[in-house]
């Protein structure tokens, strides 16, 4: 909040300010560069598509975050379209670890082709083995690839230096879209590509892609079909939901987390059959499930937290805080809370036999993937891209890695230098009104790239406060500048102002509907009192 943002006085300068976000103008679907332009798609769809002549046993392999179950569905679902039999597996978090791994490959080895969605650029000594059994195998992916990537039939992953995909920042579902329109092309299969991209969507939100050039176009194509798709999982899900109207951060902080949290309490497979599922009644069943393992997710995920932040040195450059029985699934949870709770990056970790993993997520400019690079020989192994990150180290390293970390942090993250993203500039009462709150709408989605603006306002009183939830977790307020009075909220506060004060607040526009009738109102983020 003591950054110099900008004095804001107008919605002309908000608006300008919004479209500095973006270096091209919108782009729409026709925009969409063409499938062969990833390095190695025409290798990879011409195997898939003799495999498919030849009757071949075709495996897939996914993952277990929201992208790879996504990613999973995709091509799960496009392959019952062409009839053609798929048989797939996503590893278990706890029993198989990630992605395609000597581990798994007992459950693959009957396979004529495999294909990995969301993994395996680094998974060489699983390539080996599949080498050496005769078996080919395409690879799609989109994460950094290693030095020495895996011997594989195909890769396809926009990463490669020598690939002509002009966007470097796309999730794995992408890419798995883009396969199979290929292969519809090739196959001749008229099948409607752009009702698979309520799934795209999903993914290109959960993995925190930036929402900018094709990736905002896909998203907001895939939201709107969201909102009047006959999918079983998303009727289900809209209806338990009361949502007509979808926005990104209903599926970053609604839908996604539902997804993800199967494969961090128990098996993500449930998930992507929530994703499949044929019926309605099926989709309403599975989403009980996932309903049920969320609830267990966030009861799990604020205990870590406490004991976390209690951890974290509060003029550090970067938060990292260590547990020895902490649950490994809502790591990658809690460190977001704690970078955004510290304003800095955060590490999250675990033990796990004689060593430690977990998840990293970044905080402002910081690229959190080329600072872990930077120890890379104090790692047993990392990944991951520059707002979020999955490692594991010995614990006969750990120390010696915190400190090195903590140095390089220093000067690479300087906590000077982490203006909030997020927050667009500071303004008056004055300017709050449906006209902001329109000039707002134009420029969704918001998300990673395009973060929804936040404003501060200074010096403001409090008229009245009323304290909400079972354990006194929010509060409502009325706000007065002297002029303009404005209503706002804040959701699991950490303290409460007292009715009087003055206070500066950082917040985002929010749309009130209540027994239909529409109100502004403000979301607090942050609030302090000032003197």
Not at 316 to 341: D, K, N, Q, T
Request: proline letters at 5%; hydrophobic letters at 40%.
């Amino acid at each position: 909040m003591d950054f110099p943002y900008p004095r804001l006085h107008s919605l002309a300068q908000i608006e300008a300010l919004l479209r500095e976000r973006f270096d091209d103008t919108f782009l729409s679907l026709k925009d969409l560069p063409d499938p062969y332009a990833f390095k190695d798609m025409e290798r990879a769809v011409e195997r898939i598509a003799e495999a498919i002549e030849k009757g071949e046993k075709i495996v897939l392999v996914g993952d277990y975050d929201v992208d790879g179950v996504s990613s999973t569905a995709i091509m799960r679902r496009f392959f019952e379209a062409l009839g053609v039999p798929l048989e797939w597996v996503i590893p278990n978090r706890f029993r198989d670890g990630y992605g395609l791994s000597p581990t798994l490959f007992p459950r693959l080895e009957h396979a004529d082709l495999i294909l990995t969605v969301d993994n395996g650029i680094a998974a060489n000594e699983a390539a080996k083995l599949c080498k050496e059994a005769g078996i080919d195998l395409i690879i799609t992916d989109h994460h950094i690839v290693p030095d020495t990537p895996p011997q594989a039939y195909a890769i396809v992953d926009q990463k490669q230096s020598d690939c002509g995909f002009p966007h470097r920042e796309v999730c794995g579902a992408q890419i798995a879209w883009y396969l199979c329109a290929a292969l519809n092309r090739r196959l001749g299969a008229g099948i409607d590509m752009k009702a698979l991209l309520e799934l795209t969507a999903l993914a290109i939100i959960a993995d925190i892609m930036p929402l900018q050039h094709i990736n905002r176009a896909m998203v907001h194509q895939g939201l709107r079909l969201l909102e009047r798709s006959h999918s079983p999982f998303i009727v289900a899900w809209r209806e338990r939901n009361g949502k007509e109207r979808l926005r990104a951060e209903d599926i970053a902080f609604g839908l996604a987390p539902l997804i993800n949290s199967a494969g961090r309490m128990e098996d993500a497979s449930i998930a992507c059959d929530f994703l499949c599922a044929p019926t309605s009644q099926e989709a309403h069943k599975l989403l009980e499930r996932l309903q049920g393992f969320n609830e267990r997710r966030k009861g799990m995920e604020e205990n870590i937290f406490q004991e976390a932040q209690a951890q974290i040195d509060p003029e550090a450059p970067l938060a990292i805080a260590i547990g020895e029985e902490w649950h490994e699934g809502v790591l990658g949870i809690v460190a977001a809370r704690i970078a955004r709770r510290f304003e800095v990056p955060a590490l999250v970790l675990t033990r796990s036999g004689a060593s430690y993993k977990g998840s990293g997520r970044s905080f402002g400019s910081c690229h959190l993937y080329e600072l872990l690079a930077t120890q890379r020989s104090l790692m047993e192994k990392f990944g991951g891209h520059a707002a979020a990150v999955g490692l594991s180290v010995s614990e006969e390293k750990l120390g010696h890695w915190k400190q090195r970390l903590q140095e390089e942090a220093l000067s690479r993250c300087p906590r000077e230098s982490f203006a909030d993203p997020e927050i667009l500039g500071e303004i008056g009462f004055d300017l709050l009104g449906w006209e902001l709150y329109r000039l707002l709408e134009r420029f969704e989605p918001y998300g990673e790239g395009n973060p929804r603006p936040k404003f501060i306002t200074r010096g403001v009183s409090v008229e009245s406060l009323r304290v909400l939830g079972s354990e006194g977790q929010h509060f409502k307020v009325l706000l007065s500048d002297g002029t303009f009075r404005q209503e706002a909220i804040q959701f699991r506060c950490s303290a409460l102002p007292e009715t009087g004060d003055r206070i500066d607040l950082v917040y985002t526009l929010n749309e009130n509907r209540f027994n239909g009738r529409s109100t502004l109102q403000l979301l607090i983020d942050k609030f302090r009192n000032v003197t």
